[in-house]
C-alpha cells in the first residue's frame, strides 16, 4: 500500500480480555515500530523490529503485552487480560533501515 | 531518558515566531522533528545528525548543538497550518539504531 496501515481504527473492549492490534508497514521497509499516546501525553516507545534482528522489546510495560512480526511485514501486537489503563492510541511506525519513519493512522484502544 | 520539550504550549498570531527547544541528559545521534494535527497520524518534518547541523523546510528550521545535547525547532511567520503539536524523537548512542525516544511534545496554537 502507499502507507501504513493499522486495523482496527477504534476498538472498545471488556477489562480482562485480549485484543490484538495489526500493522501492515510500507512495502518494503525493513523496520517497524510500536508507540502508545495517551490522551494528551506524548509517544511512548512500545517496541521495535529491524529486519531479521531480535526485537527490542524495552518499551513493552508489562509482561501483557507482546508483539510478533510475521515474515518481515505485517505485525500483531497483543495485549493480553486488558486494563483501563491501557486505553490509548497505539501507533504503529515503519521505516527503511534506521531512516525516517511513517506513521500509520493508530488505533484507538477503550477499555471499559 | 526521555528528552525534554520547552514550552510546553505557545500561542501565537499569524505571521509571528517561535522556537521550540528540545534537550537531553543523555549523548544524541540525532534529533528527528515531527509535527501531529489533532486527530491525525505524526508527519516528519525533518532530521538532524550530530555535528550541528542546521536544516530549513520552507519557514521551518532546525538546529542541533550537539555539546548542549540540544536541539531547536524555529517557527518564522507562521501560518495557521503550522498549529499542532511538536514532537522531537531522540536517538541515542553513537550509532544509527533508529529507536526514538520522543519528548512530551509542545502545542503550538496559531490564531488568525
Known amino acids: 500500500g502507499a502507507g501504513v496501515s493499522q486495523s482496527p481504527s477504534n476498538k472498545v473492549t471488556e477489562k480482562g480480555k485480549d485484543v490484538e492490534l495489526r500493522c501492515d508497514p510500507i512495502?518494503?521497509?525493513?523496520?517497524l515500530y510500536w508507540y502508545r499516546q495517551s490522551l494528551g501525553q506524548g509517544l511512548e516507545f512500545l517496541i521495535y523490529?529491524?529486519?531479521?534482528?531480535?526485537?527490542?522489546k524495552s518499551g513493552l510495560p508489562s509482561d501483557r503485552f507482546s508483539a510478533e512480526r510475521t515474515g518481515g511485514s505485517v505485525s500483531t501486537l497483543t495485549i493480553q487480560r486488558t486494563q483501563q489503563e491501557d486505553s490509548a492510541v497505539y501507533l504503529c511506525?515503519?521505516?527503511?533501515?534506521?531512516?525516517?519513519?511513517?506513521f500509520g493512522p493508530g488505533t484507538r484502544l477503550t477499555v471499559l | 531518558q526521555q528528552p525534554v520539550q520547552s514550552p510546553q504550549a505557545v500561542i501565537l498570531r499569524e505571521g509571528e515566531d517561535a522556537v521550540i527547544n528540545c534537550s537531553s541528559s543523555?549523548?544524541?545521534?540525532?534529533v528527528h522533528w515531527y509535527r501531529q494535527k489533532h486527530g491525525e497520524a505524526p508527519v516528519f518534518l525533518m532530521i538532524?545528525?550530530?555535528?550541528?547541523e542546521q536544516k530549513g523546510h520552507d519557514k521551518i528550521s532546525a538546529s542541533f548543538n550537539e555539546k548542549k545535547q540540544q536541539s531547536s525547532l524555529y517557527l518564522t511567520a507562521s501560518q495557521l497550518s503550522y498549529s499542532g503539536t511538536y514532537f522531537c524523537?531522540?536517538?541515542?548512542?553513537?550509532?544509527?539504531?533508529?529507536?526514538?525516544?520522543f519528548g512530551q511534545g509542545t502545542t503550538l496554537q496559531v490564531k488568525p
Open positions: 511506525a515503519s521505516s527503511f533501515l534506521a531512516g525516517t519513519q511513517y
Open positions: 512495502s518494503g521497509h525493513t523496520a
Open positions: 523490529f529491524q529486519g531479521n534482528s531480535a526485537p527490542d
Open positions: 543523555k549523548a544524541l545521534y540525532s
Open positions: 538532524l545528525l550530530k555535528g550541528g
Open positions: 524523537g531522540t536517538e541515542f548512542g553513537s550509532s544509527n539504531t533508529g529507536k526514538l525516544i
